[in-house]
């Protein structure tokens, strides 16, 4: 066989050589799992939770559009929670009930400090969309939506009580909050709201024949922290589509 025969079938079997390489390497990459960068953590599920924190705020009465008061509003704010989640990705979305108890309440004297003018927050609930953004076991999320509660009002004068009445105030509430997983199941979340319980025209009765209507609006901020189970794992994540 001369040099040149010899050259080509050298070359012929390199390169069928390398062809059978390339497929090898080809089905060995195809037989591969792909890897997955997901967040790793599911917030999927239902969840039930407890919180604490306190408001501040402000109130004021008017009586035919005549402002008579206007005065803070503080106290300790304490509650539950429970809601639902859904994930797409990092994107995760859901709904969310509380019910608080508060000690908030404030004061204020009219015209003379013999006469007092005071109100008081019994509790308010909420009623809320989240949407959020997870890192991992880290939530950032913002929230919106209705918020009501049993709001009461008292006229005295020397301490005695004269006047007094209550009315349920239907309003909103927007926030921001952050939450972390230390488990599957616990999270731990510290959250800001601001919650805006409208105006309200509530009636002070003076005996059977006469009575003073006067509107009454309150608004408040409040800082809270709290911890929830998760129920379920961590392992459901569905890809955004």
Do not use: C
């Amino acid at each position: 066989m001369n040099k040149l025969a010899m050259m080509a079938a050298a070359a012929a079997l390199i390169g069928g050589a390398n062809v059978a390489s390339a497929a090898d390497l080809h089905n060995s990459y195809k037989d591969e799992p792909i890897a997955s960068y997901g967040p790793g953590y599911s917030w999927a599920g239902l969840y039930v939770g407890a919180s604490a924190g306190f408001g501040v705020g402000d109130t004021q009465t008017t009586v035919e559009g005549f402002p008579i008061a206007d005065y803070d509003i503080n106290g300790a704010i304490y509650g539950a929670m429970v809601g639902y989640n859904f994930q797409r990705g990092n994107v995760v979305f859901g709904v969310e009930a509380t019910i608080n108890g508060t000690d908030m309440d404030g004061s204020q004297g009219l015209l003379t400090s013999a006469i007092t003018s005071e109100r008081e927050m019994d509790w308010y609930a909420t009623a809320v969309g989240r949407l959020g953004y997870a890192s991992g076991k880290t939530l950032f999320y913002g929230f919106g939506g209705v918020a009501w509660a049993d709001v009461s009002s008292k006229l005295s004068f020397l301490g005695t009580t004269l006047l007094e009445d209550n009315e349920t105030h239907v309003g909103w509430t927007a926030g921001l909050g952050i939450e972390h997983a230390l488990t599957d199941h616990f999270t731990v979340r510290v959250e800001y709201s601001h919650v805006d319980l409208g105006e309200e025209t509530t009636t002070y009765e003076l005996g059977k024949r006469f009575s003073i209507d006067k509107d009454v609006d309150l608004k408040f901020d409040a800082i809270k922290v709290g911890a929830a189970y998760k129920f379920g794992g961590s392992d459901a994540i569905e890809p955004l589509k």
